[in-house]
């Protein structure tokens, strides 16, 4: 169940998170971790044009298979297979004698893209062939701010004994780690013959089905296939190699939970002393001290560049000042009164005038 879950999950849904190593602190990082995984591939494939009637073309693709697609013709009142995912028991460029691996299925992704033309014709389809198998991927995994960070540094895909035609053996041993990841020569990675066969077996065969496409009443462009699982391939054959990777990282999150084998290694804990900066929660208190320090710089600027001395920018500076008599008096008759003052010669314009000896004196006009 595990294995259909990750596989449903990695043809349909775009994103799929691995599985987390514990980390209490919040700051982690580990060694480069080996561990067995699924990888995958896809490429362009060639095919031909056999025959051709009104309605449908038959091809044959380049690793023998003979399928049928619907012309533009047919769309107009038929149902005639505009995608088709087929198992192929070899592959053509992945075919089991050209590499030293373990290969859990091949498949072809043949028909029209997910978004056709209306002028779609019959030279127009894309072939793809896919390949899935079992291989060793090196994983470099940190936790960085609690958030956990993982990459595929390396993968090994070799067998040893290299595997032979008949691919029956009670176990499959891939080859020996280098020494930068195994230093005592002690790990060694194993599928077990009947794990490999019952896979054989699921994921074979689960990469078939049939979408159809033909136009509606109304013009628009219509859709029909065989299940979920037939819509996500359609949509993975625009960015297939996209959609393979997504697809084998589904399946090695579930390969890697369901090992019960647990390794010795690097399984204490080690902790470093370290100071962890979080700019972010400095950026406001060191932007209002840079802004205070270039308000300041235009300030002076601003001064130095005035006609007007500085001193006269104080308002300590009117304390020194003289105001004619005549003002003095007006002003009397608002002493008593709140913003008396203000109100008696709040709006008297006044000029600015030195006497004898320097005395800075404000004159009524």
């Given at each position: 169940?595990?294995?259909?879950?990750?596989?449903?999950?990695?043809?349909?849904?775009?994103?799929?998170?691995?599985?987390?190593?514990?980390?209490?602190?919040?700051?982690?990082?580990?060694?480069?971790?080996?561990?067995?995984?699924?990888?995958?591939?896809?490429?362009?494939?060639?095919?031909?044009?056999?025959?051709?009637?009104?309605?449908?073309?038959?091809?044959?693709?380049?690793?023998?298979?003979?399928?049928?697609?619907?012309?533009?013709?047919?769309?107009?009142?038929?149902?005639?297979?505009?995608?088709?995912?087929?198992?192929?028991?070899?592959?053509?460029?992945?075919?089991?004698?050209?590499?030293?691996?373990?290969?859990?299925?091949?498949?072809?992704?043949?028909?029209?893209?997910?978004?056709?033309?209306?002028?779609?014709?019959?030279?127009?389809?894309?072939?793809?062939?896919?390949?899935?198998?079992?291989?060793?991927?090196?994983?470099?995994?940190?936790?960085?701010?609690?958030?956990?960070?993982?990459?595929?540094?390396?993968?090994?895909?070799?067998?040893?004994?290299?595997?032979?035609?008949?691919?029956?053996?009670?176990?499959?041993?891939?080859?020996?780690?280098?020494?930068?990841?195994?230093?005592?020569?002690?790990?060694?990675?194993?599928?077990?013959?009947?794990?490999?066969?019952?896979?054989?077996?699921?994921?074979?065969?689960?990469?078939?089905?049939?979408?159809?496409?033909?136009?509606?009443?109304?013009?628009?462009?219509?859709?029909?296939?065989?299940?979920?699982?037939?819509?996500?391939?359609?949509?993975?054959?625009?960015d297939p190699e996209g959609w393979?990777?997504?697809?084998?990282?589904?399946?090695?999150?579930?390969?890697?939970?369901?090992?019960?084998?647990?390794?010795?290694?690097?399984?204490?804990t080690s902790y470093e002393l370290?100071?962890?900066?979080?700019?972010?929660?400095?950026?406001?208190?060191?932007?209002?001290?840079?802004?205070?320090?270039?308000?300041?710089?235009?300030?002076?600027?601003?001064?130095?560049?005035?006609?007007?001395?500085?001193?006269?920018?104080?308002?300590?500076?009117?304390?020194?000042?003289?105001?004619?008599?005549?003002?003095?008096?007006?002003?009397?008759?608002?002493?008593?009164?709140?913003?008396?003052?203000?109100?008696?010669?709040?709006?008297?314009?006044?000029?600015?005038?030195?006497?004898?000896?320097?005395?800075?004196?404000?004159?009524?006009?």
């Open positions: 169940m595990e294995i259909a879950a990750a596989t449903y999950s990695g043809t349909v849904a775009d994103d799929h998170l691995p599985p987390h190593a514990q980390c209490s602190v919040g700051e982690c990082t580990w060694p480069p971790t080996p561990s067995l995984a699924i990888c995958g591939a896809c490429e362009r494939s060639n095919f031909a044009i056999d025959t051709c009637s009104e309605n449908s073309c038959n091809y044959t693709l380049a690793s023998g298979l003979m399928v049928l697609l619907g012309t533009n013709a047919a769309y107009e009142n038929s149902l005639i297979p505009g995608f088709q995912a087929v198992s192929s028991p070899d592959g053509h460029i992945f075919n089991h004698t050209f590499f030293n691996r373990l290969f859990i299925a091949h498949f072809e992704l043949f028909g029209v893209p997910y978004h056709p033309s209306v002028t779609f014709n019959a030279s127009s389809a894309i072939n793809t062939e896919c390949a899935l198998w079992f291989c060793m991927n090196v994983y470099n995994a940190s936790v960085e701010s609690n958030e956990y960070h993982e990459a595929i540094l390396s993968s090994f895909h070799d067998l040893d004994p290299p595997l032979t035609d008949d691919r029956i053996r009670s176990e499959f041993h891939f080859s020996s780690l280098p020494s930068s990841l195994d230093a005592d020569n002690q790990t060694h990675f194993t599928v077990q013959g009947d794990s490999f066969s019952d896979m054989l077996d699921f994921i074979g065969n689960f990469f078939e089905g049939t979408a159809s496409l033909w136009k509606g009443d109304k013009g628009a462009w219509v859709r029909g296939y065989d299940s979920a699982l037939v819509l996500g391939m359609w949509k993975g054959s625009e393979i990777t997504g697809l084998a990282g589904s399946l090695s999150n579930t390969v890697r939970s369901m090992n019960p084998i647990s390794r010795s290694q690097y399984q204490g370290s100071i962890v900066i979080r700019w972010t929660w400095l950026v406001f208190p060191i932007a209002l001290i840079l802004s205070t320090f270039v308000l300041l710089v235009l300030v002076i600027l601003r001064t130095a560049s005035s006609q007007v001395a500085s001193w006269k920018g104080d308002p300590l500076a009117l304390l020194l000042f003289e105001v004619d008599e005549r003002t003095k008096h007006v002003a009397g008759y608002g002493i008593g009164n709140a913003q008396g003052i203000l109100k008696s010669i709040g709006n008297k314009t006044v000029t600015m005038t030195q006497g004898n000896g320097g005395l800075i004196k404000f004159k009524a006009c």
